[in-house]
Each structure stands twice: as C-alpha cells, then as structure tokens.
C-alpha cells in the first residue's frame, strides 16, 4: 500500500466530509470550508488516489491547535493517524510554534494512547464538553511542548 501524504485543498471538502460521516463526530461540509484560511493548515493521506485520512490544525501567533485527525474506519489501526501527528509536529517545529494543543473525548482511549505515545501530555479536563447520544461527556485537554 503506496501511502502519500500531501496538503488538501477546498477541491477535498468532499472526501473529507465523507470520512468523517463514518465517524462518530461527523464534519459537515460547510464546517470544514471554514478550515482552509490563512491559519490553518490541512494534510490528509492518500492510498493511490483516495483520501483515507486527514489532520486539521490552526497556528494563531506560536500556538497550534490540533483541531481534528479522522482516518477512515477501513485504514484504522495502519499508522496513518501515527503519521499525520507526526507530520504535524514536525510543521509546528518549523513554524515555530511553542505547544500543539487539543481536546479528546474522555471516552476515546485509543487517540489518547496515540498523544501520550507521542509525548502529549494531560493538562485538564472540560467536564460534560461533549453532547453524545447518551447525555454528556468530557473532554481531555493535551498539550504537546516543543522545546
């Protein structure tokens, strides 16, 4: 599986709509139109010509906030998310940033194992953040410093 990571463009919105659908935290199409400005920045993974992953993140100053990785269900547990954290710490580095911050459901055990492996670390918790079909959940606050 020839693997390809590459910047998205407002031409994905389709794609990435649609991977997100099969998650339980689906994007609309509009919401991530609002994800291509100047701040942002938008890679995604493509398996020959299919877009089966993507990361959003948006620098303000010399602050990154991790605002979304979603992979479809079908490549899970391949590395893809492992390499698009990566690819984004590494541009955090270069755009000098100082700490890539994120939220993570509490209940979402594995996307916390993949940030603590790669050296995020908990610095809060926003209690009952998330609406879910079963009432409320919390968020998980992360940071990752960059020395």
Do not use: H
């Not at 199409?29 to 990361?55: H, K, N, P, W």
């Not at 979402?108 to 908990?122: C, S, V």
């Amino acid at each position: 599986m020839t693997r390809q990571l590459t910047g998205l463009s407002l031409s994905d919105i389709s794609a990435m709509a649609s991977i997100a659908q099969q998650l339980d935290y689906p994007l609309s199409e509009t919401s991530l139109q609002g994800c291509f400005g100047a701040l942002y920045r938008v890679s995604g993974i493509r398996v020959v010509d299919e877009l089966v992953g993507f990361c959003i993140c948006q620098q303000i100053i010399d602050e990154v906030t991790l605002l979304d990785i979603c992979v479809a269900p079908a490549y899970q547990g391949q590395g893809i998310g492992c390499q698009l954290l990566q690819d984004s710490q590494q541009a955090a580095k270069q755009a000098n940033a100082v700490v890539i911050m994120l939220e993570v459901k509490a209940s979402n055990l594995g996307a916390q194992r993949l940030y603590q492996k790669f050296g995020f670390e908990q610095t809060g918790k926003r209690p009952n953040y998330y609406q879910t079909p079963q009432g409320r959940e919390d968020a998980i606050l992360m940071d990752w410093r960059i020395d």
